[in-house]
């Protein structure tokens, strides 16, 4: 009984008594790049190039969104790509890479966690389908790895 509580909240991530849901399903993805000091953020490839559904870690508030770039496309959304960006209570979440016109939630809108959010892609400044995940600070403004700072660590290293 014990076993399937804490693996349940390894998998969700539990951190300071709030459940996180992972941006990706951990069995549709790997981690290709981790959070070091030449890339602030987590870089989390599908199997096979799938562009597969993208999830609210926790309730927020959507705070930026960019829509329309095509794929490597960095002309309208800049390196990102096509974005969601949430903030949530004590961080802000920015998911990179989407694909075009599957974004389904705008700029103001109250997202609960689990929520489906759009697809991974591969706009902006992208080699390949991934989603390029930056966790930042509210408070002081420090980018920090997803897997740590939120307990969602449950990819494979690919």
């Known amino acids: 009984m014990y076993r399937v509580l804490i693996t ?8 300071y008594g709030q459940e996180h849901f992972p941006p990706v399903a951990y069995g549709e993805a790997c981690v290709t790049q981790g ?14 190039a799938k562009r597969v559904n993208l999830y609210t870690i926790w309730d927020g508030t959507v705070i930026g969104v960019c829509n ?5 496309d960095q002309s309208k959304c800049g390196s990102c790509g096509n974005f969601v960006e949430i903030q949530h209570n004590t961080v802000k979440v ?3 890479h989407m694909t075009s016109g599957s974004i389904t939630v705008s ?14 892609g591969t706009s902006g400044h ?23 700072r939120l307990g969602l660590n449950g990819w494979k290293t690919c």
């Open 94 to 96: 920015l998911y990179c």
């Open 107 to 120: 700029v103001g809108q109250r997202v609960a966690r689990a929520q489906k959010i759009g697809l991974m």
């Open 68 to 72: 329309g770039a095509g794929d490597f």
């Open 126 to 148: 992208s080699t390949g389908v991934h989603l390029h995940v930056q966790v930042r600070e509210i408070n002081g403004g420090q980018l920090r790895d997803i897997r740590t």
């Open 8 to 15: 349940f909240a390894i998998a969700i991530g539990i951190v």
């Open 35 to 48: 959070f070091h000091a030449g890339h602030q953020g987590v870089d989390i490839g599908s199997y096979s």
